[in-house]
């Protein structure tokens, strides 16, 4: 079997053009999810949808990236990391444009379907490229820094839509230039994406479960992201603030995410024992959700809360991320992160079904109370893994 590409293992020293490259293309995409998400619950409130069927529609979302993750690194392997990257760009912004000019429930979730089919991939793609180009002891740091403009990019994409709002052709056309201006960055470090073509073909599946801590880390942030985020601006109309006063809220989030990634990646690389981060952040979450049924009266003391929380709650992503990179190189680590991304479509697929029928069923508390579920019982895992599972040098 060929020896394994230089690029495909993980770098140990820091490759500036590759690492701008994978950052550059997905945060971008980022700007246009943030304002996709808000965007289409939006519009199918406005169409007399129910919390559950748009919560339904969102989570097809999930079921795409399950789709997804399996494919991610045979493509890649196959046609290259930035060329299979350079096509699901195209696919996204197609998928996105095509949601004004497809109407009803079920053209709506095809389009989901390809929109979050191409979005996978380029997640998985592109965080191996960012893990394979950081040294061991910086990659905590650079993953921070990618989560951090991720981050913007989520921030502004409610932003645009407060300002463009949820009439006519101008959202759509704005996140269809957006996803495409990706390809840029990705173009001009064609040359210094990872290779791992000839390496031995491994399953992701065994990777669900080789590092628990951090592939239920996760799926919990993907069931709060995804699920918060497409019901957050029916949470806040509920509670009687304005559609733009909601999709700030979601801003906010994005806000706190940006400041606090950094300082939360570099506590990462400092840390023994990663786990134990986990579980603070985790119960940073749980407090964050409590009490949000306290202070929903109030929109700045909400908005205080959702800063401190969105901030605290994407760290699940980015230590879990650091976590799992810390084990793996080469072909295993992209197989890694497939199963990394695959968990956080389970949590796509699990957390807008279970909070848009908590909504239904309890009310607007029920918003709260379902992410709570989801924090409480990672909480439980971290802890148990803590106490009877010594960590690996």
């Known amino acids: 079997m060929p020896a394994p590409s230089p690029a495909a293992t993980v770098s140990a020293e820091l490759d500036v053009r590759s690492i701008a490259a994978a950052i550059g293309s997905i945060s971008v995409v980022g700007i246009a999810i943030g304002l996709g998400i808000p965007l289409l619950s939006i519009v199918m409130e406005?169409?007399?949808?129910?919390?559950?069927?748009?919560?339904?529609?969102?989570?097809?979302?999930?079921?795409?990236?399950?789709?997804?993750?399996?494919?991610?690194?045979?493509?890649?392997?196959?046609?290259?990391?930035?060329?299979?990257?350079?096509?699901?760009?195209?696919?996204?912004?197609?998928?996105?444009?095509?949601?004004?000019?497809?109407?009803?429930?079920?053209?709506w979730a095809l389009l989901r379907t390809s929109l979050h089919f191409a979005l996978t991939v380029l997640f998985i793609l592109s965080e191996f490229w960012i893990t394979t180009?950081?040294?061991?002891?910086?990659?905590?740091?650079?993953?921070?820094?990618?989560?951090?403009?991720?981050?913007?990019?989520?921030?502004?994409?409610?932003?645009?839509?407060?300002?463009?709002?949820?009439?006519?052709?101008?959202?759509?056309?704005?996140?269809?230039?957006?996803?495409?201006?990706?390809m840029g960055p990705v173009l001009m470090a064609l040359k210094q994406s990872p290779n791992i073509a000839g390496e031995e073909h491994k399953s992701f599946v065994p990777f669900l479960f080789a590092v628990p801590t951090a592939t239920a880390a996760v799926l919990v942030f993907g069931a709060v992201e995804t699920g918060g985020f497409a019901l957050l601006p029916i949470y806040g109309t509920r509670l009687g603030y304005s559609e733009s006063e909601a999709a700030i809220l979601l801003s906010i989030i994005g806000i706190g995410n940006v400041l606090m990634q950094i300082p939360i990646g570099l506590l990462s690389d400092r840390m023994r024992d990663r786990?134990?981060?986990?579980?603070?952040?985790?119960?940073?979450g749980l407090t964050g959700v409590l009490s949000m049924t306290?202070?929903?009266?109030?929109?700045?003391?909400?908005?205080?809360?959702?800063?401190?929380?969105?901030?605290?709650?994407?760290?699940?992503?980015?230590?879990?991320?650091?976590?799992?990179?810390?084990?793996?190189?080469?072909?295993?680590?992209?197989?890694?992160?497939?199963?990394?991304?695959?968990?956080?479509?389970?949590?796509?697929?699990?957390?807008?079904?279970?909070?848009?029928?908590?909504?239904?069923?309890?009310?607007?508390?029920?918003?709260?109370?379902?992410?709570?579920?989801?924090?409480?019982?990672?909480?439980?895992?971290?802890?148990?893994?803590?106490?009877?599972?010594?960590?690996?040098?």
């Not at 789709?67 to 299979?84: K, L, Y």
């Not at 786990?275 to 940073?284: D, G, K, S, Y």
């Not at 956080?344 to 709570?372: E, H, K, N, R, W």
Request: with cysteine.
């Open 294 to 393: 306290l202070v929903a009266a109030n929109w700045h003391l909400l908005a205080t809360v959702l800063f401190i929380w969105g901030g605290a709650v994407a760290g699940l992503y980015t230590v879990g991320l650091a976590h799992l990179g810390s084990r793996l190189s080469g072909r295993d680590l992209a197989s890694a992160n497939a199963a990394f991304v695959f968990c956080y479509a389970i949590g796509m697929l699990l957390g807008p079904q279970l909070i848009g029928l908590s909504m239904d069923l309890v009310g607007t508390d029920g918003f709260s109370f379902s992410l709570a579920l989801f924090f409480g019982l990672y909480a439980i895992l971290a802890l148990s893994r803590m106490l009877f599972v010594r960590p690996r040098a």
């Open 133 to 182: 180009s950081s040294p061991p002891n910086k990659r905590g740091l650079m993953l921070g820094i990618y989560a951090t403009v991720l981050s913007i990019g989520f921030a502004l994409g409610p932003w645009i839509f407060s300002v463009l709002g949820s009439q006519g052709p101008e959202p759509f056309i704005a996140g269809f230039v957006i996803i495409l201006c990706a």
């Open 46 to 107: 406005n169409r007399g949808y129910s919390a559950s069927l748009i919560g339904m529609n969102t989570a097809v979302a999930g079921l795409a990236s399950l789709a997804a993750a399996p494919f991610a690194t045979p493509m890649a392997a196959r046609f290259g990391v930035a060329q299979t990257i350079l096509a699901m760009i195209v696919l996204g912004a197609l998928s996105f444009i095509g949601f004004y000019y497809v109407d009803g429930f079920w053209g």
């Open 275 to 284: 786990r134990l981060l986990l579980l603070i952040l985790a119960c940073v």
